[in-house]
C-alpha cells in the first residue's frame, strides 16, 4: 500500500470519527428532546434554539450505520513463530468465529493490517503466547478500528479440525456499560441473527471478566449442549484505529490504582452499590 493511499485512508478515518463525534452529540439532543416529549416538559435553554431542527431530525432522517450491514470477513492469525497449541488454539477459535485462518510467517503488523485492508476484512484478531500457552487475543476493527485487546485465562477446548457451520446463536450478559455495549456490538457483527443453529457462543461478564464460552447443540429425546471450547477474556486496553496503529488511548487497565471502581469498565458500579 503506497503512502499516499495511507495518508488518504488516515484522513478518511479522521474525518469519519469527526462525523461520529456530531452524531454522538445529535443523539444526545435527541433524547433529551424525545425525554421532554414524554414527560411534558419544557426544552433546557440550551435545546430551545435547536429544538425544532432536532424534532425533525427524530422525525424525518432516522438512519442506519452501514457497517453493522455488512458481512463479517474475519482474519485469525498469530504471533510470529507460533507454538502448535497457539496454531491449534487460533485455528479454533476462526472455526468459531467463521473466519480464515492466517499463518503469519514473518509478516510485519503493517504487512498485515495491508493485507487486511487490500482483501476488504471486517476484523482482525490476533493471538499471542506466553511459555507456550495463549496469553493475549488483540481483536481489531477494519478499515477504522477500534483495537481491543485481552488478556486469556483458564483456556480449554477440544480438539476439532471440521467446519462448525456459519451460523451461531449469540448470549450476551451483563455488558450493558458503554464498553460493554460496544464489546456486544461487535461480536453480534460476526453472528447475525439466526435460526436453526447447531452450536451457541456466550459472553457472560463475571466480575471484569468475559466468560468466552463455545457449545454445540444436540438434539435426540432431549437437547443437550457440550462444551467445545472455553477460556475467560480480560479487557486490558482500548485504542482508536487499527493495531498498527499508535491510536489515542480510550481506556487502560491500570491494577496498581487503589480505588476498583475506575477499573470497573463492564460492570456498572451503580447497580453494585
Not at 411534558?40 to 427524530?58: A, F, M, P
Not at 483456556?155 to 456499560?177: C, H, I, M, P, W
Not at 436453526?196 to 456466550?202: E, F, M, P, V
Request: proline content about 2%.
Amino acid at each position: 500500500m503506497s503512502k499516499r493511499r495511507l495518508l488518504r485512508m488516515k484522513k478518511e478515518y479522521l474525518l469519519k470519527k469527526e462525523q461520529e463525534y456530531k452524531e454522538k452529540e445529535l443523539e444526545i439532543k435527541k433524547s433529551k428532546v424525545i425525554d421532554c416529549l414524554d414527560t411534558t416538559t419544557k426544552l433546557s435553554h440550551d435545546l430551545r434554539k435547536e429544538g425544532k431542527n432536532v424534532l425533525e431530525e427524530i422525525i424525518y432522517n432516522q438512519k442506519v450505520d452501514d457497517v453493522e450491514h455488512r458481512l463479517p470477513k474475519i482474519l485469525v492469525t498469530t504471533s510470529k513463530d507460533p507454538s502448535s497449541k497457539l496454531i491449534q488454539f487460533a485455528k479454533h477459535l476462526s472455526l468459531i468465529l467463521s473466519a480464515q485462518h492466517q499463518i503469519r510467517g514473518g509478516m510485519s503488523e503493517e504487512e498485515l493490517s495491508e493485507m487486511a485492508h487490500k482483501n476488504n476484512y471486517t476484523c482482525l484478531i490476533l493471538v499471542y503466547e506466553n511459555k507456550g500457552v495463549p496469553s493475549t487475543l488483540t481483536l481489531s476493527a477494519f478499515p477504522f478500528g477500534d483495537t481491543m485487546r485481552f488478556k486469556i485465562h483458564n483456556f480449554s477446548q477440544v480438539n476439532r479440525l471440521q467446519n462448525l457451520g456459519e451460523k451461531a446463536y449469540l448470549v450476551v450478559d451483563n455488558l450493558e456499560t458503554e464498553m460493554g455495549i460496544k464489546i456486544k456490538k461487535q461480536f453480534s457483527l460476526f453472528f447475525p441473527r439466526c435460526e436453526n443453529a447447531k452450536r451457541i457462543l456466550t459472553l457472560a461478564n463475571r466480575d471484569e471478566r468475559i466468560a468466552f464460552r463455545h457449545y454445540l447443540i444436540s438434539k435426540g429425546k432431549r437437547t443437550e449442549l457440550s462444551l467445545d471450547f472455553g477460556c475467560d477474556l480480560q479487557l486490558f486496553e482500548v485504542r482508536k484505529g487499527t493495531f498498527d496503529q499508535e491510536g489515542d488511548l480510550e481506556w487502560v487497565y491500570r491494577p496498581y490504582l487503589k480505588s476498583g471502581k475506575s477499573n470497573k469498565v463492564l460492570t456498572n458500579v451503580k447497580c453494585e452499590e
